[in-house]
C-alpha cells in the first residue's frame, strides 16, 4: 500500500492507559463513519504499515483505539505522532451537517458593531461549539 492510494484519517495524539490504548485524533469529515475500522495503516519510516484494530471508540473526533500487536504502553509510545491512513476506497462522504459546515469557509464574517472581522479560513469543531 503506498501513501497516494490513501487518505489521511488523523494521527496519533497520545497513549491512554498501561495495557496499549491510544488516541486518535481524526482530522476528516464524519469521523463516526469510521466506528468499524478493522484496519489502519500507520506511516512508520515513511512507509505505511498495517496495524488491525480490535477495539475502537469514536467520541466526536477522537478515537481510542486498541490495536492487536499493542498490548503495554511501551509499545503504544512508540507510535504516539504517527499518521493514521485508510485506503481511498473506504473514504466515507461527509454528512449533510459537515457540508454544510466545510462551506461556510471563504465567507467574510461581519459584526454589526465592529464592521468585517475577516474571512473565516477554517471550522474547528469542539465538544462545546464550533469556533471558526
Known amino acids: 500500500m503506498n501513501i ?7 494521527y496519533i495524539s497520545k497513549t491512554r492507559g498501561l495495557k496499549g490504548e491510544v488516541q486518535l485524533y ?5 469521523p463516526a463513519a469510521y466506528a468499524h475500522t478493522k484496519m489502519l495503516y500507520l506511516e512508520i519510516s515513511k512507509k505505511l ?11 466526536k473526533s477522537i478515537a481510542y483505539i486498541y490495536f492487536e ?5 511501551d509499545t503504544s509510545t512508540t507510535l504516539v505522532g504517527k ?3 485508510m485506503p481511498l476506497e473506504e473514504k466515507q462522504a461527509p454528512t449533510e451537517e ?5 462551506n461556510l469557509i471563504g465567507f467574510l464574517v461581519i459584526d454589526e458593531e465592529n464592521g468585517d472581522i475577516g474571512t473565516i479560513q477554517s471550522i ?5 461549539q464550533l469556533i471558526a
Open 26 to 30: 481524526i482530522t476528516t469529515d464524519n
Open 98 to 102: 459537515q457540508q454544510f459546515i466545510n
Open 69 to 73: 500487536d499493542v498490548t503495554h504502553i
Open 124 to 128: 474547528v469543531e469542539l465538544p462545546q
Open 4 to 10: 497516494e492510494s490513501c487518505f489521511q484519517l488523523g
Open 83 to 85: 499518521k493514521a491512513y
Open 49 to 59: 504499515v498495517p496495524h488491525f484494530v480490535t477495539k475502537i471508540v469514536i467520541q
